[in-house]
């Protein structure tokens, strides 16, 4: 089962931290770039990981 309260945590921390990183420069966007996009497929990435990580 999905922890959507975590997943939304996860996400929340995500997208401040892309957020810093294009204030400072440091990751390039184009136009059509969706940083909310990038957020959630990161966020889920970390969520499936730490749940394998408690299943281990």
């Known amino acids: 089962m999905v922890n959507y309260i975590l997943l939304y945590k996860i996400k929340k921390k995500v997208k401040a931290m892309i957020k810093d990183k294009l204030a400072l420069g440091e990751i390039a966007t184009t136009?059509?770039?969706?940083?909310?996009?990038?957020?959630?497929d990161l966020s889920w990435e970390i969520y499936y990981l730490m749940k394998e990580k408690t299943e281990a």
């Open 31 to 40: 136009p059509s770039s969706c940083v909310d996009c990038l957020a959630t």
